[in-house]
């Protein structure tokens, strides 16, 4: 039976645009708060950032208070009681402070989304102010923290009971709110211009020509920007995928033309209009592309919170470094990696870096380092999780998986360290008995691989034994439309996505060899294997003894390379990946297909589970 909301909140339909705004601008609040509350506690020192996030909680106080939402108002007012006790000096911040700043915070986060979603709220708050309550007054009465922790304790000791409102992922969080309400705006305008008398941080007042001159700027902000619902940028997205199409069928049937009419002025005037579409295609593809860009530390940038927490609970101490923020990449990207992070986060945090006491044991700085970092490498984009913990022992490893049965004794002996470490990565690798930067808390690294694969994505580590792991993410930029190279096979045309691609050889069959009864190449210094994808998608592979030649498609996958077999190339074209739909389901190695300039239907490989297959 559905949970009937007990504490229903009338809102007026006069004030529901209102209402909108302050929900999406106090998101984005929240957001940086997320961040400057952990900022702040390894900077307490620093009156900028202190005031910046007083300021914060102000202003959602004052908005709340104007809206009616007393739960919420009662929260940040008393979490901004505190932060003015710091600011005027008259408290020290310390760890119990901040948690009890961060448990507010939770709380604000908890009440707004109950507002969004049931229109109330619904949640408990009254432990939470009681806390912070008590905290205040101790620190009025100059006494300590912890005194105010017991008291609170203590009253709540009989049968406290406590409900939380998770926060949901929101889609369409990313996209910025700017449109403000005249009202908002002037009572945030007043209280913000009592607080900064209260924080004598403006020593003169402004003169009343120089407000007036800021209001032409503020004007002109917000008429610049737009919100914008995501499913308008995914209904475009698609049309622009079959504005491609309708290119690319565009571009066949003018060479067709061309080979018959050359030299004559219908040859010329299409060509003309052909080149013409093909450049307004890529330009139109380009800024739709950017328009559901997001700047990855809106991933990131929970990371601090969470690092800082499970760092108290290990008694570690971390420093959490956070380099390419601004890095950009698809939205749909960003919702996905999300878990896959948390995890290799979380992994490094509670396995890989080791406690203040067996750093300095073995030389290290008591504080560890954990470094996320995000760069753009063509159109890819690379995400680094990188530790400077104990590191994983490759002994270990290799021991577990041959204890586990999932690889031969003899088979470990003949595996490289890379090769090694990746098999971490195999289903059914528990990990919860090694001591290693590896150990698993309910999700393996076989389901982080998962993720990253349907992503299109590679995932490779690298680790020193004793100096730390670094964990390397692949991923494409998009995952609309991708370039790609189109082969034959078998007299059919499929498609490898061109950012595994890494050159192409013509090989005289006398130079493939067997090694264990499978085909390899030398390839300079390397020993390349071959995979047959006929073999793979059709089944069988025809035997041509006339055949001297063999096209090879050389391809990375992480640390591995693999030469593909094919019967001839036809070229380079970016193309739009279509599901199968559910009439041909999950086709083994085939990622989806894609519509080509004659109107046929081409596969694309998923190179991933075809290498896996071959493997096998």
Not at 180 to 194: K, V
Not at 258 to 282: V, Y
Request: no cysteine; proline share 3%.
């Amino acid at each position: 039976m559905a949970k009937v909301n007990q504490n229903p909140m009338l809102i007026d339909p006069d004030m529901k645009e209102i209402v909108e705004s302050f929900i999406v601008e106090t998101k984005e609040i929240l957001e940086k708060l997320d961040v400057d509350l952990v900022e702040m506690e390894k900077r307490p020192d620093d009156t900028e950032l202190l005031n910046s996030v007083f300021r914060h909680f102000h202003t959602i106080k004052g908005t709340s208070s104007f809206l009616g939402l007393d739960k919420l108002t009662g929260v940040t007012h008393k979490g901004e009681d505190i932060l003015n006790k710091l600011r005027k000096g008259e408290a020290i911040l310390t760890s119990d402070i901040m948690d009890a700043l961060l448990k507010a915070f939770d709380k604000m986060k908890s009440l707004l989304y109950s507002i969004e979603e049931f229109q109330n709220e619904d949640v408990e708050v009254k432990n939470t102010i009681k806390e912070l309550t008590s905290l205040i007054s101790t620190l009025e009465n100059g006494g300590k923290v912890s005194e105010a922790k017991k008291n609170v304790k203590k009253s709540n000791k009989a049968g406290k009971k406590s409900e939380t409102v998770k926060t949901k992922k929101s889609d369409s969080e990313s996209i910025k709110q700017v449109e403000s309400e005249e009202e908002i705006t002037s009572l945030e305008e007043a209280e913000d211009a009592e607080d900064e008398q209260e924080q004598e941080l403006v020593k003169t007042e402004p003169k009343r020509s120089d407000e007036n001159k800021l209001k032409p700027e503020i004007t002109k902000k917000v008429e610049n920007s737009i919100r914008v619902d995501v499913e308008r940028l995914d209904e475009l997205l698609n049309i622009v995928s079959e504005l491609v199409l309708g290119r690319n069928r565009l571009a066949q049937v003018n060479s067709e033309f061309a080979l018959e009419n050359e030299g004559t002025k219908f040859s010329r005037d299409l060509f003309d209009a052909t080149k013409q579409i093909d450049l307004m295609t890529n330009e139109l593809q380009l800024v739709v592309m950017k328009t559901r860009m997001i700047k990855i530390g809106k991933v990131f940038n929970k990371f601090p919170r969470l690092v800082r927490d499970l760092s108290r609970e290990a008694n570690k101490q971390i420093n959490i470094v956070i380099k390419g923020e601004e890095t950009e990449l698809d939205k749909t990207l960003i919702e996905e990696i999300n878990d896959p992070l948390v995890h290799l986060v979380r992994n490094s945090v509670d396995h890989g870096i080791e406690t203040p006491d067996k750093r300095k044991e073995l030389g290290k700085n008591p504080t560890g380092t954990l470094t996320l970092s995000a760069e753009h490498e063509g159109n890819n984009i690379i995400i680094t999780i990188e530790d400077d913990g104990k590191g994983i022992d490759p002994e270990v490893i290799k021991n577990k998986a041959v204890s586990k049965g999932l690889i031969s004794a003899e088979r470990a002996r003949e595996l490289s360290k890379q090769e090694i470490l990746n098999l971490i990565f195999l289903p059914g690798f528990s990990t919860a008995e090694v001591v290693t930067n590896i150990s698993g808390r309910g999700v393996g690294m076989d389901v982080v691989k998962t993720n990253v694969t349907k992503l299109r994505g590679i995932i490779n580590v690298d680790s020193t034994t004793g100096a730390g792991t670094k964990i390397i993410v692949k991923l494409p930029l998009t995952l609309a439309i991708i370039p790609g190279m189109i082969v034959k096979v078998r007299d059919q045309s499929i498609v490898i996505p061109l950012n595994t691609v890494l050159e192409v050889l013509r090989v005289h069959r006398e130079n493939i060899y067997s090694i264990n009864q499978k085909p390899v190449i030398k390839m300079r210094d390397s020993v390349l294997p071959l995979v047959s994808v006929e073999k793979i998608l059709f089944g069988s592979e025809d035997q041509d003894e006339d055949k001297i030649w063999q096209y090879v498609v050389v391809v990375g996958i992480a640390e591995k390379r693999y030469g593909i077999e094919v019967d001839g190339l036809v070229g380079q074209k970016e193309v739009v990946i279509k599901s199968l739909g559910n009439y041909f389901g999950k086709i083994q190695g085939i990622a989806g297909s894609t519509i080509m300039g004659d109107g046929s239907v081409v596969m694309i490989v998923d190179l991933n589970e075809l290498l896996h297959i071959a493997e096998g």
